[in-house]
């Protein structure tokens, strides 16, 4: 299960959200982007996305205003294993109507692209800086949110409708235990199942007590956890409250945090440690027996959380302009590198693979080692390749010249296996094959093979 946040969302006014992201995005397979375009933060007109980026790239930004972004976003889900995304929904959206009505079309965009990949959703509420949450959330699920639940891709738990409330007893956030309770009950009068988003260690924090005993499920904030704090203890006494308690329990994982272009105190406040930072965390929750996982986040880019493709390197980022690169602490990884550390962290979780202290993800993915070509007859050749451990899929290229330049002509394939049909009589044909999914964490091409069609 993955936070989807939504970033650089391009409203009806024409002004851009979100804007000031810590890392950034890998365009190569979006199909509609944006550029030249100004946008407004903090009620003051910033610089459009302008200029190249290190490779010569011209910038271009996202927007999911857009419904092809967000299928492709549930379609990264899809591939990647992820089972639901929770649709994340502010007070701040309430305070201009263009926000609001942004926000609406959104949400709408990600159930259509729910029901197109076959992912679940739920409604997750951010109470922070909401103080008219008591009133605003009752109203908004009546009114609009609750009409969601009618999609078959709506999240449901023992037969209910899934909603979070986020920030209950979080340091900083509005409200107190009855107002609290007040929202957790009514949301359960009205049929759901209660996710109550709270501290990490929920479980010694009396003074809220009351509200996180009314949860049907408890979530423990974890982002801002360091590389030296113990998972496994913290872990095991919210789980053990929530069992003593009857209240289901998921934990909350994240690969690492910085926000230096918010408020430029200090660069990769958190460092992601190339996996191992957001593993140790898949670690404790499997050797605790904690069956569901809370991913912080699909998307967000402004403090550094998202498993989204971003940026490898500096030739990937704006030039002249700091953005935290996956490189950043020395080892290269590829654009959907967390994306696949989470497929293998969801398979550990779910007991599809054995339980690992490390992990199991290439940095980078392999070509095959071996590929074999079989004629089949006058026009078709087959080629098998060698599995490759962690391949997400496989793409065969082909030439009628040795060493190419070669032309994808199959992509995306799940099985090392391609026959190319539609060749011409007695032609040699060369083919190499890579793994992964093109632009976006491809590996380099396999050594070359060639076969020559029957007569």
Same mark, same amino acid.
């Given at each position: 299960?993955?936070?989807?946040?939504?970033?650089?969302?391009?409203?009806?006014? %024409? #002004?851009?959200?979100?804007?000031?992201?810590?890392?950034?995005?890998?365009?190569?397979?979006?199909?509609?982007?944006?550029?030249?375009?100004?946008?407004?933060?903090?009620?003051?007109?910033?610089?459009?996305?302008?200029? =190249? !980026? /290190?490779?010569?790239?011209?910038?271009?930004?996202?927007?999911?205003?857009?419904?092809?972004?967000?299928? !492709?976003?549930?379609?990264?889900?899809?591939?990647?294993?992820?089972?639901?995304?929770?649709?994340?929904?502010?007070? +701040?959206?309430?305070?201009?109507?263009?926000?609001?009505?942004?926000?609406?079309?959104?949400?709408?965009?990600?159930?259509?692209?729910?029901?197109?990949?076959?992912?679940?959703?739920?409604?997750?509420?951010?109470?922070?800086?909401?103080?008219?949450?008591?009133?605003?959330?009752?109203?908004?699920?009546?009114?609009?949110?609750?009409?969601?639940?009618? *999609?078959?891709?709506?999240?449901?738990?023992? @037969?209910?409708?899934?909603?979070?409330?986020? /920030?209950? @007893?979080?340091?900083?956030?509005?409200?107190?235990?009855?107002?609290?309770?007040?929202?957790?009950?009514?949301?359960?009068?009205?049929?759901?199942?209660? &996710?109550?988003?709270?501290?990490?260690?929920?479980?010694?924090?009396?003074?809220?007590?009351?509200?996180?005993?009314?949860?049907?499920?408890?979530?423990?904030?974890?982002?801002?956890?360091?590389?030296?704090?113990?998972?496994?203890?913290?872990? +095991?006494?919210?789980?053990?409250?929530?069992?003593?308690?009857? &209240?289901?329990?998921?934990?909350?994982?994240?690969?690492?945090?910085?926000?230096?272009?918010?408020?430029? =105190?200090?660069?990769?406040?958190?460092?992601?440690?190339?996996?191992?930072?957001?593993?140790?965390?898949?670690?404790?929750?499997?050797?605790?027996?904690?069956?569901?996982?809370?991913?912080?986040?699909?998307?967000?880019?402004?403090?550094?959380?998202?498993?989204?493709?971003?940026?490898?390197? *500096?030739?990937?980022?704006? %030039? /002249?302009?700091?953005?935290?690169? !996956?490189? $950043?602490?020395?080892?290269?990884?590829?654009?959907?590198?967390?994306? #696949?550390? =989470?497929?293998?962290?969801?398979?550990? &979780?779910?007991?599809? &693979?054995? $339980?690992?202290?490390?992990?199991?993800?290439?940095?980078?993915?392999?070509?095959?080692?071996? !590929?074999?070509?079989?004629?089949?007859? *006058?026009?078709?050749?087959?080629?098998?390749?060698?599995?490759?451990?962690?391949?997400?899929? $496989?793409?065969?290229?082909? *030439?009628?010249?040795?060493?190419?330049?070669?032309? %994808?002509?199959? +992509?995306?394939?799940?099985?090392?296996?391609?026959?190319?049909?539609?060749?011409?009589?007695?032609?040699?044909?060369?083919?190499?094959?890579?793994?992964?999914?093109?632009?976006?964490?491809?590996?380099?091409?396999?050594?070359?093979?060639?076969?020559?069609?029957?007569?």
């Amino acid at each position: 299960m993955v936070g989807f946040r939504r970033p650089a969302t391009a409203a009806p006014s %024409t #002004r851009w959200q979100h804007t000031n992201l810590e890392c950034w995005p890998d365009m190569r397979q979006y199909t509609k982007t944006y550029g030249s375009v100004r946008f407004n933060q903090d009620s003051i007109f910033e610089p459009p996305f302008t200029g =190249t !980026l /290190g490779n010569g790239q011209p910038v271009t930004m996202f927007s999911d205003w857009d419904q092809s972004s967000v299928n !492709l976003h549930f379609l990264w889900m899809q591939q990647y294993g992820v089972d639901c995304a929770a649709l994340q929904r502010f007070g +701040s959206h309430f305070s201009d109507p263009r926000v609001l009505t942004s926000s609406d079309n959104i949400i709408a965009h990600a159930r259509s692209a729910a029901e197109t990949y076959s992912r679940k959703f739920y409604i997750m509420y951010d109470i922070s800086g909401w103080t008219n949450f008591q009133t605003e959330l009752k109203s908004d699920w009546t009114t609009y949110m609750s009409t969601h639940t009618s *999609s078959a891709a709506y999240a449901k738990q023992n @037969g209910k409708p899934v909603v979070c409330i986020w /920030g209950i @007893g979080v340091s900083g956030r509005p409200g107190n235990p009855t107002t609290w309770i007040d929202v957790i009950n009514w949301f359960q009068s009205q049929g759901c199942y209660v &996710i109550v988003g709270g501290p990490g260690n929920f479980a010694t924090d009396a003074t809220n007590r009351s509200a996180y005993l009314q949860a049907n499920m408890l979530m423990g904030w974890r982002v801002g956890a360091s590389p030296t704090t113990d998972f496994v203890k913290n872990d +095991s006494t919210d789980r053990n409250f929530c069992n003593s308690n009857g &209240i289901d329990y998921q934990v909350d994982v994240y690969p690492g945090t910085s926000f230096f272009n918010t408020n430029t =105190t200090k660069k990769n406040i958190i460092p992601r440690q190339h996996g191992d930072f957001m593993w140790t965390q898949y670690a404790a929750a499997r050797s605790t027996s904690i069956p569901s996982v809370y991913i912080s986040m699909f998307d967000e880019m402004n403090e550094a959380t998202g498993i989204l493709p971003c940026a490898e390197d *500096s030739s990937m980022i704006p %030039t /002249g302009q700091y953005f935290l690169t !996956l490189d $950043y602490d020395g080892t290269h990884v590829s654009a959907d590198f967390y994306l #696949r550390l =989470t497929t293998d962290g969801g398979k550990m &979780i779910k007991g599809q &693979i054995a $339980y690992t202290p490390t992990h199991p993800t290439p940095h980078v993915l392999t070509p095959p080692t071996s !590929l074999t070509p079989h004629v089949l007859s *006058s026009t078709s050749i087959q080629v098998n390749v060698s599995a490759v451990t962690d391949a997400p899929c $496989y793409n065969f290229k082909r *030439s009628t010249t040795h060493g190419g330049p070669y032309t %994808t002509v199959a +992509s995306g394939l799940p099985n090392p296996t391609f026959t190319d049909t539609g060749l011409s009589p007695g032609t040699t044909y060369y083919y190499v094959c890579t793994t992964g999914r093109i632009n976006a964490g491809e590996s380099i091409i396999s050594r070359e093979v060639s076969g020559t069609t029957n007569p």
